[in-house]
């Protein structure tokens, strides 16, 4: 018999220790290496802080009207395209001057997104809507800000 409450509680630990670990985290994007983008296409870099007060929703990115990705917050993905001209939008129930960018990708071009959230921009007196906004962001600042971001994989629309 006690063998048998040894043997249960054995099985329940292990059950609440699982339930702890969380779910299985991306790399961190620093760590990842990424192949160099194929001469003939260009690649377009897409991430988002997380700002847990401003928004955890998970809105679309189109290219050209077609969904492309989700944008995850704290999270870096990236598409290679076609070179030419797109529009990068993002859904936004709120609304906010110059919200989308139109952009000319050239062969080798690599570009940079930064999807912001202006939570507190479209309002009325007892509601607000979520505000995405594309910003295109320097090589630079955008590695400094997308090191620490998770490398989100697998992310279709």
Not at 101 to 118: A, F, Q, W
Request: with cysteine; charged share 20%; hydrophobic share 40%.
């Amino acid at each position: 018999m006690p063998s048998k409450i040894l043997r249960t509680c054995l099985i329940a630990s292990l059950v609440l220790l699982g339930a702890c670990s969380g779910r299985i985290r991306e790399p961190v994007f620093a760590s990842v290496r990424t192949t160099p983008v194929a001469v003939d296409l260009a690649r377009v870099y897409f991430y988002r802080a997380f700002e847990p007060y401003e928004s955890l929703a998970r809105p679309l990115i189109y290219l050209d009207g077609r969904s492309l990705a989700v944008s995850e917050p704290g999270g870096v993905l990236f598409r290679d395209v076609e070179p030419g001209a797109y529009e990068i939008s993002v859904f936004s129930p709120g609304i906010y001057p110059n919200q989308f960018k139109k952009i000319l990708l050239r062969p080798g071009d690599t570009l940079y997104v930064r999807i912001e959230s202006l939570r507190n921009w479209y309002r009325g007196f007892n509601w607000e809507k979520d505000t995405f906004v594309v910003s295109l962001v320097s090589e630079s600042e955008a590695e400094a800000e997308m090191a620490s971001l998770r490398y989100v994989t697998n992310n279709g629309s």
